[in-house]
Every structure is written in structure tokens, then in C-alpha cells.
């Protein structure tokens, strides 16, 4: 047998036989946020987080009696899916409380990388549709007063994760 046959044939047993499909799914940052979802549905459906999901569960639950929920904080080592993890479950909040037609929306403010006071103000002001992106121009108070105006006019539920 020729050595191209060879190398052919073995790289078609290793494809046939591979234990790991798509490899992107080892590494979530490689994946856009439905595909970190997908997984995430997939964990969560096969009950391998259910402590947690119980956990977060209860710390929203008073939501559903027209209350504020508890203030939690998620703590672990970089790169455990914490932050996805808290946007699938918020993802899924929303849906229930559209179903039970409870005002509620969230947002996520990435400060995973250091940034200037006004560049992350600037970014949530945004995020919320309280102003454009800056470059310069305006002050930090006119900034802050916007998105006090955005928050306090919102007549639900507002949750921001940072």
C-alpha cells in the first residue's frame, strides 16, 4: 500500500472514531452566545446543575410576589461559566416573567478588562439606549444623570450583571 493510502486511511479510522465532534465546544469562547446556550440548555437538562439552579431560583423568587430580588454574587476561578451561566438562567427569567406578564429586562455590562470610569459608564449608557457612544465631549455627571433617568423611568424589574 502507497503512503497516501496509508495516511488517508488512517486520518478516515481517526474521523470515524473520534470521541470529540466539534472541538469548539471545549473552548465556550469559541462559540457565539446561542451556541453557549445550546450546551448550557443541555447541562441543565440533564440535571448537572441543579444545586445551582436552585440556588439562583431562590434568590429571584421574589420577583413573582411583586418584591426585589436578593442581591447575589457569583464567585469562582476565570473561565468556570459563571457569567454565561447567570445570562442563560437571566434568559430564562425573562421568558417566565413574559409569561406571567412581569416587567423585567437585564443587562450585561462587560468589565471582564480594565476600563476607564467613563469608557464603562459610557458603554451602560448605551446598553440601556440612554445615549451614543462618546469619545469625549461629555461630562461624567450629564452621563450618570442619564442613566439614573433611563433606570428610574423603567416601570419593571431592571437587573444589570457586570
Known amino acids: 500500500m502507497r503512503v497516501e493510502a496509508k495516511i488517508e486511511k488512517q486520518i478516515d479510522n481517526l474521523l470515524q472514531n ?54 447575589l454574587s457569583l464567585i469562582g476561578k476565570t473561565g468556570t461559566g459563571k457569567t454565561v451561566t ?22 450585561h455590562l462587560d468589565l471582564s478588562t480594565p476600563k476607564p470610569c467613563f469608557r464603562a459608564l459610557n458603554d451602560l449608557a448605551c446598553l440601556l439606549d440612554a445615549a451614543k457612544r462618546y469619545k469625549k465631549g461629555i461630562s461624567l455627571d450629564e452621563l450618570m444623570s442619564r442613566i439614573e433617568d433611563k433606570i428610574k423611568n423603567y416601570k419593571g424589574l431592571f437587573h444589570a450583571l457586570y
Do not use: W
Open 18 to 71: 473520534t470521541i470529540i465532534l466539534n472541538r469548539r465546544y471545549l473552548d465556550d469562547e469559541q462559540l457565539d452566545r446561542g451556541e453557549q446556550f445550546k450546551v448550557l440548555k443541555e447541562i441543565f437538562d440533564v440535571n448537572g446543575r441543579d444545586r445551582e439552579i436552585k440556588e439562583l431560583s431562590s434568590h429571584f423568587a421574589p420577583i413573582f410576589r411583586d418584591d426585589h430580588p436578593i442581591h
Open 86 to 107: 447567570m445570562l442563560y438562567f437571566l434568559n430564562m427569567l425573562h421568558a417566565l416573567c413574559e409569561k406571567r406578564k412581569i416587567l423585567m429586562r437585564h443587562v
